[in-house]
């Protein structure tokens, strides 16, 4: 059985790779990647793999049985296209499982939500397109916010709008050891899994860092307008909008979800008392 796993010169990608390897030959797994020598480090063999172009995608699938896609990084209606290249390649290539790295998030009202409802579409695409599949929506990534500390630290505070609402935070070795799972075992095929940890409030983040890193922050929400015109002037329209947009969706509720980490990985999640033990 060969798997193989898109996007393997970044992080997610990357971790998915290294989690099938400790279960699998390396020989069964092939790295597929739009920057290939950024992936030469895995040990794997790599393929040419941008989302833009189906042919390359095509000769790259070969022989190969279960896809894993990770969700691009364009914009919505460009990713869609992309998504269904991949989709189309593999389909022609005779690929017979796509596993998809979704993501959660609010599907409406926010700035955030046309990449939320891009990723929805692929799901659809997807679930139409007469392969096996399996869906993971991917909680928010934690990691932002320990490579934020320095500015954390400078600012004395984390700062965003939002509130005191829940979001169900993951990591990436948490999701590729879901992932894993949900390529290798066909029991999975069918199902849509939310994948994330226990949710946290900003408040119960800020108290982890502080422990973590012996820092006195303290949680200052703002409102969505404040925390939109503070983002756009750092990070410039685009990118401070989706910003503020994901912390929208995280003020009014939608990243407070039930998991089906434990469904999709047969084990709970990391705790996060274990996670912030271990990066000190
Ligand atoms: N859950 C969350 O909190 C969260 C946060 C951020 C992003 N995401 C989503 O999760 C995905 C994976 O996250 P990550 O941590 O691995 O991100 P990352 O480290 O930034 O990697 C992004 C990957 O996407 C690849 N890529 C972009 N455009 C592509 C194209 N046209 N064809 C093929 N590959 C392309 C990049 O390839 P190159 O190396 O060639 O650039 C890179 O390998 C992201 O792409 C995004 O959709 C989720």
């Known amino acids: 059985m060969k798997i193989a796993v898109t996007s393997v010169s970044g992080h997610l990608g990357k971790e998915i790779v290294k989690t099938l390897m400790a279960i699998t030959a390396k020989e069964n797994i092939i790295g597929l990647a739009r920057t290939p020598q950024k992936a030469q480090d895995l040990g794997i063999e790599i393929r040419p793999g941008d989302y833009n172009d189906q042919a390359v995608l095509e000769t790259s699938l070969h022989s190969i049985d279960i896809l894993l896609l990770v969700s691009g990084m364009d914009a919505p209606d460009k990713r869609i296209e992309q998504h269904r290249k991949v ?6 290539s005779g690929v017979k499982k796509i596993v998809y790295t979704s993501i959660q998030g609010a599907e409406t009202n926010t700035a955030f939500s046309p990449i939320v409802q891009s990723n929805r579409q692929t799901e659809q695409d997807i679930i139409n397109s007469g392969l096996d599949w399996v ?7 934690i990691e932002p916010d320990i490579e934020y500390i320095d500015t954390y630290k400078k600012l004395g505070a984390v700062y965003n709008c939002a509130g005191d609402s829940k979001c169900g935070y993951t990591t990436r070795p948490e999701l590729a050891f879901a992932y894993a799972k949900m390529l290798m075992e066909d029991k999975h095929n069918g199902k849509v899994y939310n994948l994330h940890g226990q949710a946290l409030t900003q408040y119960q983040l800020v108290e982890y860092l502080n422990q973590a890193f012996t820092t006195n922050l303290r949680y200052s929400p703002m409102t969505v307008e404040a925390y939109r015109e503070d983002r756009m002037a750092e990070l410039g329209e685009f990118l401070g909008n989706i910003i503020a947009g994901i912390y929208q969706g995280i003020l009014e509720g939608e990243c407070d979800n039930v998991s089906q980490y434990q469904q999709a990985a047969g084990r709970p999640h990391q705790s996060w008392d274990s996670y912030f033990n271990g990066i000190m």
């Not at 989709?87 to 022609?92: D, E, G, P, S, T």
């Not at 869906?135 to 990534?141: E, V």
């Open 87 to 92: 989709i189309q390649a593999a389909k022609n």
């Open 135 to 141: 869906i993971g929506r991917n909680g928010i990534y």
